[in-house]
């Protein structure tokens, strides 16, 4: 019976604890399908519905994401904020990584590319130099570090 | 800038430049049907299968083929939807006779709203859901209400983008109600 009763109030604890679902946090992740704007800066007749719609569902219990796919089924795809991750709504996640890792390999092609023709011809480290230059070289750099 | 890759820049640019302008232009409204309709033509009116408002299955415009239908866009969110659909009851009601009907179009509503608001101003016409308005694009709609007189021979033959009133109807369903297929 103990055992029972702590397993209750465990479970009541937990749910007191879960935080609840507010009309803020699916606002922002939606928009106003006729404006084409965020709902939560919208004041068009339809967004009044679209909240009104979202407060009927907080009410019943459902999660943001239940309410989501509530508002999909009534309004379509374009009532969410971002594309889904899924069918042909990938692409709008896939795309744009795809471009700019072509755009960083294009860059690094191209720096290499240049590096490669733009350097000194015969390296730079100083074995063609003439001896007497050489002399004279280090005779300048002695003089430096006095 | 070397002739290796002039070509590919300025292609690229050029493709740029066109997908920009594709951008800009298809953001405007369709007016081609407002124009033809100006010039005096009719137009193949679009044709989808929709959800039905209310009960199970989908429709169209199709399975009213030999009807002259009042193709009414609509929404219950729209205050100005809400002021003519007594005219639009009315006039279903009137034209049933004649071979005529409203057929609503609802867009982009919440279903129970909308049937809420059916309810309230007890309208018996039938009406489709367009849910992502969808349809609307096909037919060039920019705002709500609109409404398109489509001809026994499914074309449109009239619209109005705004409220319509009875004088509209009396000039262009009257004509179209006593033609034949």
């Keep these: 019976m103990r055992v029972l009763l702590a397993l209750a109030l465990l479970l009541l604890l937990t749910a007191a604890a879960e935080p609840k679902t507010t009309l803020p946090d699916v606002e922002d992740e939606v928009m106003c399908v006729e404006c084409r704007t965020a709902l939560n800066i919208s004041q068009a007749p339809v967004a009044d519905q679209e909240r009104a719609f979202i407060r009927d569902r907080l009410a019943e219990g459902m999660t943001k994401d239940e309410i989501k796919d509530a508002l999909v089924e009534e309004y379509g795809p374009a009532v969410l904020a971002v594309p889904e991750r899924k069918g042909f709504d990938l692409t709008a996640w896939v795309v744009p990584g795809a471009l700019v890792a072509l755009a960083a390999l294009g860059v690094s092609l191209l720096a290499r590319r240049w590096r490669g023709t733009s350097g000194p011809a015969g390296g730079d480290d100083g074995a063609d130099l003439d001896p007497d230059d050489a002399r004279r070289l280090d005779a300048d750099l002695a003089a430096f570090d006095r | ?181």
Excluded at chain 2, 5 to 21: D, K
Excluded at chain 2, 34 to 47: Q, S
Excluded at chain 2, 150 to 177: C, F, K, V
């Design chain 2, 1 to 181: 800038m070397r002739p290796r890759v002039y070509w590919p820049v300025t292609l690229a640019a050029a493709a740029l430049v066109a997908l920009l302008t594709y951008g800009v232009a298809s953001v405007g409204p369709d007016t081609s049907l407002d124009e033809a309709l100006r010039d005096g033509e009719r137009v193949e009116a679009p044709v989808k299968d929709l959800p039905r408002l209310g009960s199970s299955g989908t429709g169209s415009l199709a399975e009213h083929a030999g009807k002259v239908v009042v193709l009414n866009v609509w929404a219950s969110w729209c205050p100005p939807c809400k002021s003519e659909m007594p005219l639009l009851q009315r006039t279903h009601d009137r034209i049933a006779a004649r071979d005529g009907m409203v057929l609503g179009i609802d867009t982009q509503d919440a279903s129970d709203k909308a049937l809420a608001f059916l309810r309230e101003k007890r309208i018996t016409f039938p009406s489709l859901r367009d849910r992502d308005r969808e349809y609307g694009r096909d037919l060039g709609v920019s705002g709500y209400p609109e409404t398109f007189l489509i001809d026994r021979q499914g074309r449109i033959a009239a619209l109005r983008r705004g409220p319509i009133d009875q004088a509209w109807l009396d000039e262009h369903l009257e004509p179209l109600l006593k033609e034949r297929t």
